[in-house]
C-alpha cells in the first residue's frame, strides 16, 4: 500500500515589527534582545 504524505503549510503574515521564531514558529516583536537571541540560534 502506498502512503501519500501532503505537508501542511502554514501561511503567517508578520506585520513591520515583527520576526518569526525559529524555536516556536511564533511572531515575535523584533528587538535587540530577540534579533540576538534568533541569531545564536541560528549558530
Known amino acids: ?5 501532503k505537508e ?3 501561511s503567517t503574515v508578520l506585520e513591520d515589527n515583527q520576526l518569526l521564531c525559529i524555536l ?4 515575535k516583536k523584533i528587538s535587540a534582545k ?6 545564536v540560534i541560528l549558530m
Open 1 to 5: 500500500m502506498a502512503t501519500e504524505i
Open 8 to 10: 501542511k503549510k502554514d
Open 24 to 27: 516556536t514558529n511564533q511572531a
Open 34 to 39: 530577540e534579533n540576538n537571541l534568533q541569531s
